[in-house]
């Protein structure tokens, strides 16, 4: 079992640039969510898939952030344009239905200066 | 109210110690509740399941309240390698069954 795989695990990035974070799931995990961690935060939630499908994007923080899952083994999560503010880790995480006990990837760990 | 509340800590305590947390949650429609454990600049894991009746894992015992609607964690004789911020999560502490995380409890035991 791989576990969740995260790309990149570092970014640094100048602020007005577009940053592309991406998530494999666990095979056969259904369900995939993406977090944003912060010393001041802790781990937001910031949208929820099931089946692929959005289920809750309440999280997202404005329209500069967007994510899709075109299939079951593949999501990305888009900021653009990129701001300071933005920096932060961003996990990705997979379940499924029988075990909702989330699994996450390493994290991307973006910096925006 | 927050829709899971922890104490942050730092709980500082020396080996072998035995120390508590407790976790609160605010909807009482709440239906499922782990523990995870994560270290310094690593992702959260999973370290165990939260039930009704109670469960034990080693130096590890979690219960759940619904009564109180809390949960803790009880770790015994603890070790070194414990040191690490331990987040409670609770599934349907909001709309559908979502997940939301504590903001941790960090925990460093010392020599």
């Known amino acids: 079992d791989a576990g969740v795989i995260q790309s990149p695990r570092h970014e640094v990035t100048e602020m007005g640039q577009e940053v592309t974070l991406r998530c494999k799931p666990i095979?056969?995990?259904?369900?995939l969510f993406w977090y944003r961690q912060t010393m001041m935060r802790g781990l937001e939630l910031l949208i929820y898939f099931n089946n692929n499908v959005p289920i809750d994007d309440s999280g997202m923080p404005e329209d500069r952030f967007s994510a899709k899952m075109p299939n079951a083994s593949f999501s990305t999560l888009k900021i653009q344009p990129s701001e300071p503010r933005d920096s932060a880790v961003y996990f990705c995480?997979?379940?499924?239905?029988?075990?909702?006990?989330?699994?996450f990837g390493n994290g991307t760990r973006l910096t925006v200066t | 109210r927050k829709e899971v509340e922890q104490d942050p800590g730092p709980f500082n305590v020396p080996e072998g110690a035995t120390v508590a947390f407790n976790c609160t949650y605010s909807n009482s429609a709440s239906q499922s509740f782990f523990w995870y454990r994560q270290d310094c600049r690593k992702e959260p894991k999973l370290l165990m399941s939260v039930y009704s009746s109670g469960n034990e894992d080693g130096r590890f015992t979690a219960q759940l309240n619904r009564a109180s609607q809390y949960i803790s964690l009880l770790i015994r004789d603890s070790k070194l390698s414990d040191s690490a911020t331990y987040l409670c999560v609770v599934f349907g502490s909001r709309r559908g069954y979502i997940p939301t995380f504590g903001r941790g409890t960090s925990l460093i035991v010392h020599p």
């Open positions: 995480a997979s379940s499924s239905g029988e075990l909702p006990a989330l699994h």
């Open positions: 095979s056969g995990h259904n369900s």
